[in-house]
């Protein structure tokens, strides 16, 4: 089966590889292969001036590294995904918020990491736009987490005008004469 | 109170579906158990000792008769015909069969409720005063505001997998009986000078293994701000408190390892994107939810002098004066049902009692009652001249028990016969000191008391704020108790402090009455217990309770009744 991801709402193929440092790697030497790749922040932080030079890079944030220091970078680059290293870790939920909403960013914003079915509609919420879901899972059935729901209540990145200010609510009903709920 | 429109109904249906598929993904294998875990707790489900048990959200602690008599059918149909009432004005069922989950909230749903966030770690019930709306100290009424969190809160998506769970109360009046001090956040409704309404807002407060008073990162924060600057506070969290350790992922911990005035900085710093874009409340939606909580058509009724009229009866009369509280309108009272019967686990309402107070709230108060978070039901809205018929009723019930604020109005954790984190009984405990203590002369006599029992660590029972606290813990494989004197909550909140070595459950009556010598003796007229502990501190009781060895007395009620 050939490497695929979730991009938008539709199942591609994957066309960059994710650069992970193996324990005890050095960031300044380790081997950014050629092509498209996703490297981890401290690599692109050791090797930028080489990597700049290339247009096929990318960038990941772990959850626990902050989207402001790419900030003069930001969009350079055609993807940066945040990582989450276990489907509990919701860190990555306000990375992904921070980086579209404070910082702006309009490149494609990928998932990566413990990514199942059931964060996917939050994800898309806070701005990803594609999520390279966990490789032991149907990616079809993923797919289907993006669907859930058909209203929200509160803003974010996806909608920024919350319901109350998006539709005309009900009211109770002896302020309304259609009643109040269904 | 706030009814559903189309877009909350549908919120709500999707969500059935939604975890309906969680269930049978669970069931088929799809999900593991440990991925299904988060799923199952953000709808309430929690795996305890015996069985599932399901926590329903009763935001704010506001019910109709409708969705009491739910609740009613819930116990019988799905469970074991009672249902236990909570310290965060929320309803648990204890025996639950997973594949009925999705049905129950199917059953919910028609009544406008539902289990979301009532457990996991995400934004929970959103908590408040059980006289909202009726309390005569009452600046504004809380609970649109509480509303407009419930709705803001109810599967953000970036606060859906929080470092811990998260909770936030309201309160509105001059008096904090939300307990406001021991929430992640607490918030009181206050108008400045030129009569804007706004928050005080109170972060870090928490009980558990490190129980803390919140702090006031901001004396007031005008209304339409509510939803933008608590988002900035949860980013803040979500983003840098501890993953690393469960038990220092509260938000308290990062507070005060960041200080005050950095944690509010940071605060500020994100609020500075935030304040003033679509997020922020229009005045026509506050109008909106205000309108759901406008005063019930109240007759124009003088003030009656109940006792008076009845100072014969001296039950009655013992009655009036622990469970019926004030109310704003002239000629209404706020009646206390007390769900503190003496054999019986604080907090459990059978299914009878249950549609039995559904049916006095459609007669008496509006069709509405309220949870409160010391577990027991008010009735908000009764005629001060159907007080004695009221009462007369109830009595038949088990529901008028003169023990409102006293020493057997326990607040009490489910424990180790329901609970799969205690490491000790609290309801057997409960049990015993309220069939020592069942003389209603004494327990008028020791007056305001609040003795709170949890089973462990985690605090359920608010032990660490009760006039005295008790808390199970285990040693060595065995189960003792640990007591503390002079906590409190509401306006002068404070930590309770430990008199020392723990005791067996069968010392634990002896030790409470010890506890209340040292009081009696020692008591100023009019003092309160918890004011007498906090002017002398643990030293006299300490000195007193471990004076001379305390024998175990034989086996305690209730125990093992659950096993």
Same mark, same amino acid.
Request: charged share 25%; glycine share 8%; with cysteine.
């Given at each position: 089966?050939?490497?695929?991801?979730?991009?938008?709402?539709?199942? %591609?193929?994957?066309?960059?590889? +994710?650069?992970?440092?193996?324990?005890?790697?050095?960031?300044?030497?380790?081997?950014?292969?050629?092509?498209?790749?996703?490297?981890?922040?401290?690599?692109?932080?050791?090797?930028?001036?080489?990597?700049?030079?290339?247009?096929?890079?990318?960038?990941? +944030?772990?959850?626990?590294?902050?989207?402001?220091?790419?900030?003069?970078? +930001?969009?350079?680059?055609?993807?940066?995904?945040?990582?989450?290293?276990?489907?509990?870790?919701?860190?990555?939920?306000?990375?992904?918020?921070?980086?579209?909403?404070?910082?702006?960013?309009?490149?494609?914003?990928?998932?990566?990491?413990? %990514?199942?079915?059931?964060? +996917?509609?939050?994800?898309?919420? %806070?701005?990803?736009?594609?999520?390279?879901?966990?490789?032991?899972?149907?990616?079809?059935?993923?797919?289907?987490?993006?669907?859930?729901?058909?209203?929200?209540?509160?803003?974010?990145?996806?909608?920024?005008?919350?319901?109350?200010?998006?539709?005309?609510?009900?009211?109770?009903?002896?302020?309304?004469?259609?009643?109040?709920?269904? | 109170?706030?009814?559903?429109?189309?877009?909350?109904?549908?919120?709500?249906?999707?969500?059935?579906?939604?975890?309906?598929?969680?269930?049978?993904?669970?069931?088929?294998?799809?999900?593991?158990?440990?991925?299904?875990?988060?799923?199952? $707790?953000?709808?309430?489900?929690?795996?305890?000792?015996?069985?599932?048990?399901?926590?329903?959200?009763?935001?704010?602690?506001?019910?109709?008769?409708?969705?009491?008599?739910?609740?009613?059918?819930?116990?019988?149909?799905?469970?074991?015909?009672?249902?236990?009432?909570?310290?965060?004005?929320?309803?648990?069922?204890?025996?639950?069969?997973?594949?009925?989950?999705?049905?129950?909230?199917?059953?919910?749903?028609?009544?406008?409720?539902?289990?979301?966030?009532?457990?996991?770690?995400?934004?929970?019930?959103?908590?408040?005063?059980?006289?909202?709306?009726?309390?005569?100290?009452?600046?504004?009424?809380?609970?649109?505001?509480?509303?407009?969190?419930?709705?803001?809160?109810?599967?953000?998506?970036?606060?859906?997998?929080?470092?811990?769970?998260?909770?936030?109360?309201?309160?509105?009046?001059?008096?904090?009986?939300?307990?406001?001090?021991?929430?992640?956040?607490?918030?009181?409704?206050?108008?400045?000078?030129?009569?804007?309404?706004?928050?005080?807002?109170?972060?870090?407060?928490?009980?558990?293994?490190?129980?803390i008073l919140g702090s006031v990162i901001r004396e007031f924060l005008p209304r339409e701000h509510l939803l933008t600057y608590t988002e900035a506070i949860m980013r803040v969290y979500n983003q840098y408190g501890r993953r690393d350790n469960k038990y220092k992922a509260r938000i308290k911990i990062l507070l005060k390892a960041l200080g005050v005035e950095e944690f509010a900085r940071q605060v500020e710093e994100e609020w500075a994107d935030l304040k003033g874009t679509e997020q922020t409340l229009t005045l026509e939606e506050m109008e909106r939810l205000v309108a759901y909580f406008q005063p019930h058509a109240y007759e124009t009724l003088p003030n009656i002098d109940v006792a008076a009229a009845h100072a014969d009866n001296r039950a009655f009369a013992n009655w009036l004066k622990r469970n019926v509280?004030?109310?704003?309108?002239?000629?209404?009272?706020?009646?206390?049902?007390?769900?503190?019967?003496?054999?019986?686990?604080?907090?459990?309402?059978?299914?009878?009692?249950?549609?039995?107070?559904?049916?006095?709230?459609?007669?008496?108060?509006?069709?509405?009652?309220?949870?409160?978070?010391?577990?027991?039901?008010?009735?908000?809205?009764?005629?001060?001249?159907?007080?004695?018929?009221?009462?007369?009723?109830?009595?038949?019930?088990?529901?008028?028990?003169?023990?409102?604020?006293?020493?057997?109005?326990?607040?009490?954790?489910?424990?180790?016969?329901?609970?799969?984190?205690?490491?000790?009984?609290?309801?057997?405990?409960?049990?015993?000191?309220?069939?020592?203590? =069942?003389?209603?002369?004494?327990?008028? =006599?020791?007056? =305001?008391?609040? $003795?709170?029992?949890?089973?462990?660590?985690?605090?359920?029972?608010?032990?660490?704020?009760?006039?005295?606290?008790?808390? #199970?813990?285990?040693?060595?494989?065995?189960?003792?108790?640990?007591?503390?004197?002079?906590?409190?909550?509401?306006?002068?909140?404070?930590?309770?402090?430990?008199? #020392?070595?723990?005791?067996?459950?069968?010392?634990?009556?002896?030790?409470?009455?010890? $506890?209340?010598?040292?009081?009696?003796?020692?008591?100023?007229?009019?003092?309160?217990?918890?004011?007498?502990?906090?002017?002398?501190?643990?030293?006299?009781?300490?000195?007193?309770?471990?004076?001379?060895?305390?024998?175990?007395?034989?086996?305690?009620?209730?125990?093992?009744?659950?096993?």
């Amino acid at each position: 089966m050939p490497d695929q991801i979730i991009k938008g709402r539709s199942i %591609v193929r994957n066309e960059w590889q +994710l650069l992970r440092l193996a324990e005890g790697q050095e960031a300044a030497s380790a081997e950014v292969p050629a092509g498209k790749v996703i490297v981890p922040l401290a690599v692109w932080e050791a090797q930028r001036e080489t990597l700049a030079v290339r247009g096929d890079i990318g960038v990941w +944030l772990a959850s626990d590294q902050r989207p402001e220091v790419l900030k003069e970078d +930001l969009q350079r680059f055609p993807v940066i995904a945040v990582d989450f290293p276990k489907f509990t870790d919701g860190r990555g939920y306000s990375i992904a918020f921070n980086l579209r909403m404070r910082l702006g960013y309009k490149g494609e914003l990928r998932a990566i990491g413990d %990514v199942l079915r059931d964060q +996917l509609f939050q994800m898309q919420r %806070v701005g990803f736009d594609a999520y390279d879901t966990r490789p032991d899972r149907s990616i079809e059935d993923a797919l289907k987490g993006l669907t859930v729901f058909s209203e929200t209540y509160q803003a974010s990145v996806d909608n920024r005008i919350p319901l109350f200010r998006r539709h005309q609510r009900g009211t109770p009903a002896e302020h309304n004469d259609a009643g109040a709920g269904i | 109170m706030y009814q559903y429109d189309q877009y909350d109904h549908l919120i709500v249906q999707e969500r059935i579906a939604q975890y309906r598929d969680q269930v049978r993904r669970r069931l088929a294998g799809e999900l593991t158990e440990e991925e299904f875990l988060p799923l199952r $707790l953000q709808n309430g489900l929690y795996m305890q000792r015996h069985a599932y048990m399901l926590r329903i959200a009763v935001p704010y602690g506001l019910l109709s008769s409708k969705q009491m008599r739910m609740f009613a059918h819930i116990a019988r149909k799905y469970d074991r015909g009672y249902g236990h009432f909570t310290t965060r004005q929320n309803i648990q069922f204890n025996w639950i069969e997973l594949e009925q989950t999705p049905d129950i909230l199917a059953d919910l749903a028609s009544v406008e409720m539902h289990a979301n966030q009532t457990s996991g770690n995400c934004i929970r019930n959103v908590t408040s005063d059980e006289y909202a709306g009726v309390a005569a100290d009452e600046i504004i009424d809380p609970r649109p505001y509480a509303e407009v969190l419930r709705q803001w809160s109810t599967f953000h998506p970036e606060f859906l997998a929080l470092p811990r769970k998260f909770k936030v109360a309201i309160n509105g009046a001059l008096e904090d009986r939300a307990a406001i001090a021991v929430h992640d956040i607490g918030l009181t409704v206050v108008k400045n000078e030129a009569g804007e309404i706004g928050f005080k807002v109170m972060v870090g407060g928490g009980m558990g293994r490190t129980p803390i008073l919140g702090s006031v990162i901001r004396e007031f924060l005008p209304r339409e701000h509510l939803l933008t600057y608590t988002e900035a506070i949860m980013r803040v969290y979500n983003q840098y408190g501890r993953r690393d350790n469960k038990y220092k992922a509260r938000i308290k911990i990062l507070l005060k390892a960041l200080g005050v005035e950095e944690f509010a900085r940071q605060v500020e710093e994100e609020w500075a994107d935030l304040k003033g874009t679509e997020q922020t409340l229009t005045l026509e939606e506050m109008e909106r939810l205000v309108a759901y909580f406008q005063p019930h058509a109240y007759e124009t009724l003088p003030n009656i002098d109940v006792a008076a009229a009845h100072a014969d009866n001296r039950a009655f009369a013992n009655w009036l004066k622990r469970n019926v509280k004030p109310h704003k309108v002239p000629g209404y009272a706020a009646v206390v049902l007390s769900l503190k019967k003496t054999g019986v686990p604080p907090g459990d309402a059978t299914a009878q009692q249950m549609d039995f107070m559904a049916d006095l709230a459609d007669r008496y108060s509006f069709s509405e009652l309220r949870v409160t978070h010391e577990q027991n039901i008010v009735l908000a809205d009764v005629e001060q001249s159907k007080l004695f018929a009221l009462w007369t009723e109830i009595k038949a019930q088990g529901l008028a028990t003169p023990n409102i604020g006293l020493l057997t109005d326990i607040i009490c954790c489910p424990g180790g016969d329901f609970c799969s984190l205690a490491n000790a009984k609290s309801i057997p405990i409960a049990a015993a000191i309220a069939e020592r203590f =069942d003389h209603i002369d004494y327990l008028h =006599d020791i007056g =305001d008391i609040e $003795l709170n029992i949890s089973g462990c660590i985690n605090a359920c029972g608010h032990h660490h704020v009760g006039s005295i606290g008790v808390l #199970g813990v285990d040693k060595d494989g065995s189960e003792w108790y640990q007591v503390s004197i002079g906590g409190s909550q509401g306006n002068n909140s404070a930590i309770g402090k430990i008199i #020392g070595p723990s005791f067996s459950a069968q010392q634990m009556p002896e030790v409470i009455g010890r $506890l209340l010598q040292v009081y009696v003796r020692e008591r100023t007229p009019d003092e309160r217990f918890v004011d007498t502990a906090q002017r002398l501190g643990i030293g006299p009781f300490k000195d007193f309770v471990y004076a001379t060895p305390i024998a175990e007395a034989g086996r305690l009620v209730g125990e093992d009744e659950y096993a």
